[in-house]
Every structure is written in C-alpha cells, then in structure tokens.
C-alpha cells in the first residue's frame, strides 16, 4: 500500500504565503511525476504544478511566477510554495504521484486534501 499525506494548509490573508509538503509512503519502488491540483468549493479538479523525477516542472498559467513546486526525492516528498496569495486561491489542494510499487505495479495515487483559505 502507498500513502500520500499533505500538510501545511490553512488561512492567511491576501498577499500571504504558505508552503504545502505531501510525503509518499509504502511499498514504493520509485515515483515518476509528483504535482499538485486544487479544487474550489463548486468547482472542478484543476491542474495546479507537476514536477518529474529530473526536477523538471510544469504550471498552470493562472499560478506561474507565484508558486513553485519542489521535491526531495530521498523523502519522497513533493513541496508546493506558494506566495502572494489572492482569495481566488481558496481551495482543497490535493497531491498526486505517479508511482512503481515494489511488486513493479505503475499506478496513480492521490492525497486527502489539504485546505487554503485566503482572506481579503
């Protein structure tokens, strides 16, 4: 079994920061793609960073230049720094991995969610 956990949400207030952490744990043999997407009360899952296993990153064009996604390959461990943050931001963040058990299964695995509110 694999887990993710996120940790590091909460409230601030507009022009904030805060940094998300998601830890992988179990049965993992290595971890492929590691990102982030936020989901508004209301609305669709949307893509938020996705960074390889190279470091290699990839945003949304709504976060670019505020936000910024890091991994510790050794901790299994993907980062999501975000600053300046607007009340538009609101949302559930969830993390995600593409993962390769150590029975060599492939598969995608999904965080619980972590919640950011942003005040005005």
């Known amino acids: 079994q694999v887990q993710l956990v996120e940790s590091g949400g909460g409230l601030v207030q507009a022009g904030g920061s805060l940094r998300l952490s998601c830890a992988a744990s179990?049965?993992?043999?290595?971890?492929?793609?590691m990102g982030w997407y936020r989901q508004a009360p209301g609305k669709q899952r949307d893509f938020v960073a996705r960074?390889?296993?190279?470091?290699?990153?990839t945003y949304a064009d709504s976060v670019k230049g505020r936000f910024s996604i890091s991994r510790d390959n050794a901790k299994n461990t993907v980062f999501l720094e975000i600053n300046s943050l607007k009340p538009e931001d609101t949302a559930v963040y969830f993390c995600t991995a593409d993962i390769v058990s150590v029975s060599r299964a492939r598969f995608n695995s999904w965080g619980q969610g972590t919640q950011v509110t942003v005040s005005s």
């Open positions: 179990g049965s993992i043999l290595r971890i492929n793609n």
């Open positions: 960074i390889n296993e190279g470091g290699g990153t």
